[in-house]
């Protein structure tokens, strides 16, 4: 489709092209040293697509692609959040608005209430067994929502970081949808109890007020939105789910809620994607208590009794000078006795050291 545009993301493994600067921020290819290679490099160039990303992985190669349409911007290898493949470097980056103005109020292009979400099944430069997972299982045709679960094992966490994106439209099926959407919760919390949870979306309940720092029901709207405003509010306080956003929009209402049952750090955003619609303020969310610290190897002594030359032992013993300790008050006498003791351990007795790490619960 020539009217639209295009952003294309992915692990291409095109280590035999060579992505060469312009004065652009767009590469062009240099080198190709097989015929595939040459055949989507041909695509790229007749679709009007270029390539922005330049950062090379450790063997100095550019595998994951960003084939796009629309200029990108500002285009930075940031500080992963996980342990990243080495032959996958990540990625930031930012569309720019002088091409795609109106890109946040368009129904075309999936910007729903101020959400842009884009969870592919490997993220763009994450590597190839993170295991990010979308659940297809938990969607609904009539239902804009979107369910990712992250593994432990990529957190460095002890559970699983389940991801839900909705966007409930302000019309007379709200209340079927929101129901819908607390079925979906239900489902989740019931298989997998000991996960942790996002829930964000634009729910269009303007009746709840937060202003308080917690929910109250405004006789607003229709008594049907009110009361399922209120089922809302009662199955997410029954699951634990606490909201943290407090960024109020132009009208003084707050559209969008982030639910969540771990920590998370919540700030308005200073330089958003798109540009930003003036009933949803964009904001960031930094997920702090799900990701554990790396458990360090120890290395302890381990001495080997069994291979102690004990004659020499007897000998040290039988040969010490012990009236030394007559003249010492009893407590300095123990102490003494104990340091002589601690000092043939150290010279007769041979040792290993052993590595291991601590397996006992934190």
């Not at 799900?290 to 458990?295: A, E, Q, R």
């Amino acid at each position: 489709n020539h009217s639209s545009d295009a952003l294309i993301l992915g692990d291409f493994n095109l280590s035999g092209v060579i992505w060469e600067k312009t004065n652009s921020l767009a590469l062009t290819p240099q080198f190709s040293n097989s015929s595939l290679q040459n055949k989507l490099i041909d695509f790229i160039s007749l679709n009007n697509l270029s390539q922005y990303n330049s950062c090379l992985n450790y063997k100095g190669k550019t595998l994951d692609l960003l084939l796009s349409s629309i200029p990108l911007s500002q285009l930075i290898c940031p500080k992963p959040l996980i342990a990243i493949d080495p032959l996958h470097p990540p990625v930031e980056f930012y569309i720019s608005l002088t091409s795609v103005e109106n890109l946040s109020a368009s129904r075309d292009f999936k910007f729903h209430g101020g959400y842009w979400s884009n969870f592919p099944r490997r993220p763009l430069g994450l590597g190839n067994r993170f295991g990010t997972r979308r659940r297809f299982d938990l969607q609904h045709d009539d239902l804009e929502c979107m369910c990712i679960s992250i593994p432990a094992r990529t957190l460095g966490s002890l559970c699983d970081l389940n991801i839900i994106c909705a966007y409930i439209p302000p019309n007379q099926i709200l209340p079927s949808w929101i129901q819908k959407l607390c079925e979906i919760l239900s489902q989740l919390f019931n298989s997998h109890p000991d996960d942790h949870f996002i829930l964000a979306g634009d729910f269009n309940l303007p009746c709840i007020d937060w202003k308080q720092g917690h929910p109250i029901v405004l006789k607003k709207g229709s008594i049907v939105i009110q009361n399922t405003a209120t089922e809302l509010l009662n199955l997410t306080a029954f699951l634990g789910l606490i909201q943290d956003n407090f960024f109020f929009n132009t009208h003084n209402n707050l559209l969008d809620l982030i639910y969540s049952n771990t920590s998370l750090i919540i700030n308005k955003s200073k330089s958003p994607s798109v540009k930003e619609d003036i009933f949803h303020p964009a904001i960031d969310i930094c997920v702090i208590d799900n990701v554990l610290p790396s458990i360090k190897r120890t290395n302890t002594k381990r001495y080997l009794y069994n291979k102690v030359d004990y004659n020499a032992v007897n000998y040290f013993f039988s040969n010490y000078d012990w009236t030394s300790l007559e003249c010492l008050p009893l407590h300095d006498a123990i102490d003494k006795f104990y340091s002589i003791l601690y000092e043939s351990i150290s010279q007769f007795v041979p040792h290993k050291t052993v590595s291991h790490t601590y397996t006992y619960p934190m």
